[in-house]
């Protein structure tokens, strides 16, 4: 697999990027390729109005790194991980605006944006915060909002990790070790669980050990 994981925080020895790290060790330590990359450096345009932004042929006309860590890299991932701060309770604008950003190659009047849409799927994404406050409904606005991405572009969201600290590398010193928790989701990556059931969902009666009984669900038992 190749896992890449995009860093939000401006501090590139913050917290959120020291998750981020712990990622990237992590999948490397199970033989994956790995890599790190800070938004700041390759993300520097905002979103504008595309429709007076755009180039004639369709491009975005924004001039940075976006498109390269895009094509190159994102699209390229098998699992893609994103590290944020928590801002006023929310994802840091980075983050925000490197969503934002995707509107620009996954609209039909991007030249690419079939290629775009099929790459982006099944891509499995997991979201590493940091947050000065401790308690758990902190993180839960950004939980919701990747989940709702990741659910859009129909990629499995496989894990969280939500570590507590506040100065430069503090995270290290949650007793909770979410720096462990991160080194142990990237190596996990591969093949963490996911389900995201309906209604009408097939589905064994068991979800760890083997099932002897028929396939089925709540609508047709």
């Not at 501090?11 to 990622?23: F, I, Q, Y």
């Not at 790995?34 to 504008?48: I, K, P, Q, S, Y």
């Not at 690419?112 to 790459?119: D, G, M």
Request: charged share 25%; net charge neutral.
């Amino acid at each position: 697999m190749y896992v890449v994981v995009l860093s939000a925080s401006p501090r590139k020895d913050g917290n959120s990027r020291l998750l981020g790290e712990a990622v990237v060790d992590g999948a490397r330590s199970a033989g994956h390729a790995a890599a790190l990359f800070d938004l700041e450096d390759h993300a520097t345009g905002f979103v504008r109005d595309c429709r007076r932004c755009r180039r004639p042929d369709g491009e975005c006309a924004i001039e940075d790194g976006y498109r390269r860590l895009l094509f190159d890299h994102v699209l390229a991932a098998d699992a893609l991980v994103y590290a944020t701060p928590i801002y006023w309770y929310g994802m840091a604008a980075r983050l925000k605006n490197w969503i934002d950003r995707l509107v620009c190659y996954v609209s039909a009047s991007h030249p690419r944006a079939e290629e775009v849409v099929a790459r982006l799927r099944g891509t499995r994404v997991a979201l590493l915060l940091v947050s000065e406050e401790h308690r758990p409904g902190v993180a839960l606005p950004v939980v919701a909002q990747v989940q709702e991405i990741a659910r859009y572009l129909h990629q499995p969201f496989v894990g969280v990790v939500h570590g507590i600290g506040n100065t430069r590398g503090e995270v290290a010193a949650d007793p909770a070790d979410p720096v462990g928790a991160a080194r142990a989701l990237g190596a996990r990556i591969a093949d963490l669980h996911h389900s995201d059931y309906r209604i009408d969902t097939p589905r064994p009666g068991s979800v760890w050990s083997p099932d002897p009984g028929p396939v089925g669900s709540y609508a047709d038992p």
